[in-house]
């Protein structure tokens, strides 16, 4: 197969979507690999990398999408991305469509099948191709949410971990999955006070065993979210409901309750975000401010630590990669039920249910999708 891998063309988004290391692969199992030059260059993957890898190094992207049969990418494809797309053609990459009717409905009118990291599957329910942007997002999270803290970006100039004498910060944490325990993980490290809301009592045990009195843990009511977002001085939004838009969580009246330039960090952004306040930024403007709590929305976090999650991220895909290069995005699904949970566009129609139903499109299952 013919796989492409075009520069990704989202604001301040480095990340490539096959390293050298994975070009080599795809290429000792027969297959091509065309990369847009300079795909890699500001994290260190050089044209040189790849061409020594057995990729074909290519000047203009309209060659990788009018020739390659399949795309691989790390973000969603820009309206410009999605015109080049073809009804032959299959994409894989993370779409986040629940929260995008226009790039749903320019992935409908190409045809093509777009296959979601985000939505894929394992064996035991997670979602192996999220968990490792989810990780790297998470730790981030609190990194950022340290720095938005700084008085100079409009935080309330508090030290996460305070100093002897002076109380270190409190930061709640909505949601207990991958993001939620990776941010607690941070920020129990940087000596926050932190506590953690879910509304899975079995997720709840086993936070406890992780974090013991490090931090609290907190069955998830809106009292519950009330009484400690009115108390934090971070918030970090870290809910998941797959392939659907996020839940509102926290209301744009609950932000008047809140301390003054405390600060929201919305991880849960590419799906809609979870307070009712959120809205997309970019690393170039990454924050705002509502009622006097500063927000940071970026919809790519992970990319600001782009050398890192490329590589985390390759590893998780790769192996799915090479199943649809090598047997067909047909016959991969049906030899895989979980890869076929990643199937969200497919000629046309809309073959992930929660993505239906947030966006009012008519559903087709993706093994109807399959036998068609």
Not at 4 to 7: E, H, L
């Given at each position: 197969m013919l796989i492409?891998?075009?520069?990704e063309t989202k604001i301040h988004e480095y990340r490539v979507g096959v390293p050298p290391a994975g070009v080599r692969e795809l290429v000792q199992h027969g297959h091509r690999v065309m990369v847009e030059r300079d795909a890699g260059t500001e994290i260190g993957l050089l044209d040189e990398h790849y061409e020594r890898a057995g990729a074909q190094v290519v000047d203009e992207v309209a060659e990788i999408y009018g020739t390659a049969e399949m795309i691989v990418k790390v973000k969603e494809p820009q309206p410009a991305e999605c015109a080049m797309l073809r009804g032959d053609q299959v994409l894989f990459t993370y779409l986040h469509?629940?929260?995008?009717?226009v790039q749903t409905n320019a992935l409908i009118d190409s045809g093509c099948v777009a296959i979601a990291y985000e939505t894929v599957t394992d064996a035991r329910g997670g979602?192996?191709?999220l968990a490792p942007m989810s990780e790297v997002a998470g730790r981030m999270s609190i990194q950022a949410g340290a720095h938005c803290l700084e008085k100079e970006q409009g935080g309330r100039g508090v030290l996460l971990g305070g100093v002897p004498g002076v109380p270190p910060a409190d930061v709640v944490i909505l949601g207990g999955g991958v993001v939620g325990t990776h941010a607690a993980r941070m920020a129990v490290g940087m000596g926050a006070r932190v506590t953690i809301i879910d509304r899975s009592i079995?997720?709840?045990?086993?936070?406890?065993?992780i974090f013991g009195a490090s931090a609290t843990t907190l069955y998830s009511t809106v009292l519950a979210i009330e009484e400690t977002v009115h108390n934090a001085d971070l918030v970090i939004g870290a809910v998941l409901v797959?392939?659907?838009?996020a839940p509102k969580l926290v209301r744009r009246d609950m932000l008047d309750e809140m301390r003054r330039n405390a600060v929201v960090v919305d991880v849960a952004i590419d799906q809609g975000g979870c307070f009712?306040?959120?809205?997309?930024?970019t690393h170039a403007e990454p924050t705002y401010k509502v009622a006097n709590v500063l927000h940071y929305c970026v919809?790519?976090?992970?990319?600001?630590?782009?050398?890192?999650?490329?590589?985390?991220?390759?590893?998780?895909t790769l192996p799915f990669v090479l199943a649809l290069a090598g047997n067909g995005w047909r016959q991969a699904m049906r030899g895989d039920p979980h890869l076929m949970h990643g199937l969200n566009v497919c000629r046309g129609r809309i073959t992930h249910e929660a993505?239906?139903?947030?966006?009012?499109?008519d559903y087709l299952a993706p093994d109807q999708a399959l036998a068609a």
């Open positions: 492409g891998v075009p520069k469509l629940a929260a995008d009717a979602l192996p191709l079995p997720r709840l045990r086993q936070l406890d065993e797959v392939g659907a838009a009712e306040t959120s809205r997309p930024t919809t790519n976090m992970p990319g600001a630590v782009a050398r890192t999650s490329t590589f985390a991220l390759s590893n998780a993505v239906a139903l947030d966006l009012g499109h």
